[in-house]
C-alpha cells in the first residue's frame, strides 16, 4: 500500500502536475494537449460535432445497418459497449470529485473537454476504423482487433511502431486501474457507506460478475452491454430528473454559479488552491477526460469490431458519446451536487483511524490545506484539536479536517486523548483504546452524489440515495466489462491471443484489489495512467488528422448511407 501511494504522489507530481509555468501555478500540459488538440481536429473538421451530430444519430439507430459488413457487432452495440465504459463511474463519482477538489466552476471545465472532446473521439474511431486488422478468431475472441495501437503503427508506419507498443502498455496497464479498479472500489465504497458491507464482500461479488461476462468475449460483451447501458442510463437519468423538476427554481442560480467559478473561483471543498483558476480547470479537465474518455484512445477499441465497411460511419457514432456522457448526464448530476447544497456539507461519519479515507492536513491562514505526513500523536482536548496552527496536523476525511471528534456515534460524548497515526489507533486518557471515532465529515465520489439524491428526493420518501446504489452497481460492471475488452486487445496485440485469457484473469484479480484500497489512492493513479495514455494518442490524431479530413470530405459527398434506407 506504501508503494502505491508513493509511485502514485510521484507520477502526480512529474505527469499529471506538470506543466508551464503561469504565476503560481502550472498550466498542466496534459490539459494543453487534450483541449489544444481537440481544438484543432474541429477546426480541421469544421465543427463536424456539430453539423454530423443529426447523421450520428441516424447511423446509431440501426437505420444504415447491413448485417453483411466484417465486424463482430451493430453499431449500436459498438455505442453501447463504449458508452457502458464511459457512462459510469465518472459520472456519478467523477463529477462530485471534480466539484469536491476544484469546486462549482470545475463542471464548465468538464463541458469544454467533452465539446472539444467529440472532434476528437470522431476522428480516433474513424481511424481505427480504417485501420483495424482480420483476426479470425471465431466468435468467442472476436474477428477484428482495431485501436490507437493499430493506426499509429499502420497508419504513421513501421517507425513509429515503438509508440504503438508504448500506447498498448500503458492502456493495458489503465485499464486495470480507471476501468477496473476505480469502479471496484466505487462500489464498495458505496456499499460500505449506505450497507455496511465490508469492502472485500463487494470486490468478491463484482469480480465474479465480470468474470462471467468477459470470459465469453466480444460478443457477450456486445449483447449484455446492449442492455445493461439504456438500462442504467434510463434508471439514472430519470432519478435526476425528478430532482431537477422538484427544485426547478434552483437549476439558474445553479448554473450562474457553475460560470461565476469556473473563471473566478472562490470555493473548493478540499482546500488546496481555493481561489486558484488553474485548479479548477485541471479538476474539470481530469473528470471530462475520465467520464467521456474523449482522447485516451479506449472507445476506438470497441468501436473497432462494429459491422461497417464505412470508416466514418462509426466515427459519427462515436461522437454522441461525449455529447450523452458529459453534456447531459454529468451535467444532470453537477446540477443536484450543487443545488442541493450538499457539495460543502458536513454528514455524520465514522472516522476510521486505521485506513479508509482517512489523512493528515493542515490549516493555512488562507484557509486552504495541506498534506503533512505525521508520525507523532496528535492531542484531542474535549473533542477539538489541541494544536491547531498552520504546520499542526489535523485528522481530515476526504481531505477535509474533521472540527471535533466523539466517542459515539451519536456524537453527545467528545473524546479527549491521542491520535497515533504510525498505530490507527486513538487512546483515551480513560486508558481505553479505540480504531474509529465519529464526527461530522464531508462525502466525496458516489457518497456525495447519494446525499444529494437522498436530500433532492427527501419531500417524497427516503429512498433516493437507492438510484445512486443501484447506478453505481450496474455502471461500475458494465463499465469493468467494456474496459476489460480494451486491455484484452492491447494484450492480443503486444502478444498475441495466447496471452487474452492470462489478462482477463489478471484484471479480475486487480478488481478485487482496487475494492480494496482508498478511494483517493486509486482515482490518483488511475489519473497518472490517463496523462500518459493520451500522449501517444493524441500526437498520432494530429499527425493523421489530414487522413480524417479527407476520409471525411469523401464519404459525405457520396452519401453511401443513401442505398442502405
Known amino acids: 500500500m506504501d508503494l ?28 494543453i494537449l487534450l483541449l489544444g488538440i481537440g481544438m484543432y481536429l474541429t477546426l480541421r473538421l469544421g465543427f463536424v460535432q456539430i453539423k454530423r451530430l443529426g447523421h450520428g444519430i441516424a447511423v446509431a439507430s440501426g437505420k444504415y445497418d447491413d448485417p453483411e459488413d466484417e465486424g463482430d457487432v451493430t453499431h449500436f452495440q459498438a455505442l453501447t459497449t463504449a458508452l457502458s465504459a464511459t457512462v459510469g463511474i465518472g459520472n456519478i463519482a467523477g463529477v462530485a470529485i471534480a466539484i469536491h477538489w476544484g469546486g462549482p466552476g470545475a463542471l464548465f471545465w468538464m463541458w469544454v473537454t467533452a465539446a472539444v472532446g467529440m472532434a476528437t473521439k470522431y476522428s480516433e474511431v474513424t481511424l481505427a476504423q480504417k485501420y483495424r486488422v482480420q483476426e479470425h478468431e471465431g466468435e468467442w475472441a472476436g474477428t477484428v482487433s482495431g485501436g ?67 470470459l465469453g468475449g466480444i460478443t457477450r460483451i456486445g449483447r449484455v452491454t446492449s442492455i445493461l447501458a439504456p438500462m442504467m442510463a434510463t434508471v439514472y437519468v430519470l432519478g435526476a430528473l425528478c430532482v431537477l423538476v422538484m427544485n426547478v427554481g434552483d437549476v439558474l442560480p445553479a448554473f450562474g454559479l457553475i460560470f461565476q467559478e469556473a473563471f473566478n473561483p472562490t470555493a473548493g471543498v478540499a482546500g488546496t488552491g481555493v481561489g486558484a483558476f488553474l485548479v479548477t480547470l485541471m479538476w474539470g479537465v481530469r473528470r471530462g477526460l475520465f467520464s467521456n474518455e474523449a482522447g485516451q484512445g479506449s472507445a476506438p477499441i470497441a468501436h473497432s469490431a462494429a459491422k461497417t465497411d464505412e470508416p466514418v460511419s462509426e466515427g459519427v457514432v462515436a461522437l454522441l458519446e461525449p455529447f450523452i456522457d458529459t453534456l447531459i448526464i454529468c451535467t444532470m448530476t453537477g446540477l443536484l451536487v450543487i443545488m442541493t447544497g450538499v457539495w460543502n456539507d458536513r454528514f455524520p461519519t465514522e472516522i476510521t483511524l486505521g485506513g479508509g479515507d482517512l489523512s493528515y492536513r493542515s490549516v493555512q491562514v488562507d484557509g486552504s490545506y495541506l498534506d503533512i505526513s505525521s508520525d507523532a500523536e496528535i492531542r484531542i482536548e474535549d473533542g477539538s484539536h489541541a494544536a491547531s496552527g498552520p504546520t499542526d496536523p489535523r485528522v481530515s476525511w476526504h481531505e477535509v479536517p474533521v472540527d471535533r471528534l466523539f466517542l459515539d456515534e451519536d456524537q453527545a460524548q ?97 478488481h478485487f484489489v482496487g475494492a480494496i484500497l482508498s478511494l483517493g489512492v486509486i482515482w490518483s493513479l488511475g489519473d497518472a495512467l490517463l496523462a500518459i495514455v493520451i500522449w501517444p494518442n493524441l500526437i498520432a490524431l494530429a499527425l493523421l488528422a489530414p487522413q480524417v479530413v479527407a476520409m471525411t470530405r469523401d464519404y459525405f459527398e457520396r452519401k453511401p448511407w443513401m442505398g442502405r434506407r
Open 148 to 214: 490507437p495501437m493499430y493506426y499509429i503503427e499502420r497508419g504513421l508506419g513501421p517507425k513509429w511502431r515503438w509508440m504503438a507498443v508504448f500506447f498498448a502498455i500503458c492502456l493495458g496497464l489503465t485499464a486495470f486501474t480507471t476501468g477496473s479498479g476505480v469502479q471496484a472500489n466505487t462500489v464498495a465504497d458505496s456499499l460500505l457507506t449506505e450497507f455496511g458491507i465490508p469492502k472485500w464482500v463487494s470486490g468478491l461479488t463484482t469480480s465474479a460478475l465480470v468474470a462471467a461476462v468477459i
Open 414 to 510: 467528545p473524546f479527549t486523548g491521542v491520535i497515533d497515526p504510525e498505530e490507527g489507533v486513538a487512546r483515551g486518557d480513560d486508558g481505553q483504546t479505540y480504531g474509529s471515532l465519529y464526527g461530522m465529515a464531508v462525502e466525496s465520489g458516489a457518497p456525495l452524489t447519494m446525499q444529494a439524491f437522498q436530500r433532492g428526493l427527501s419531500p417524497i420518501g427516503d429512498w433516493g440515495h437507492y438510484i445512486v446504489v443501484l447506478s453505481v452497481l450496474l455502471f461500475a460492471i458494465s463499465t469493468a466489462i467494456s474496459w476489460s475488452y480494451y486491455g484484452d486487445r492491447c494484450a492480443n496485440y503486444l502478444f498475441g491471443a495466447k496471452a487474452v485469457v492470462p489478462y482477463k484473469i489478471v484484471f479480475v484479480v486487480l
Open 4 to 31: 502505491i501511494t508513493r509511485l502514485t504522489d510521484f507520477l502526480t507530481t512529474y505527469v499529471v502536475e506538470l506543466g508551464i509555468p503561469a504565476g503560481n501555478e502550472n498550466v498542466p500540459f496534459m490539459v
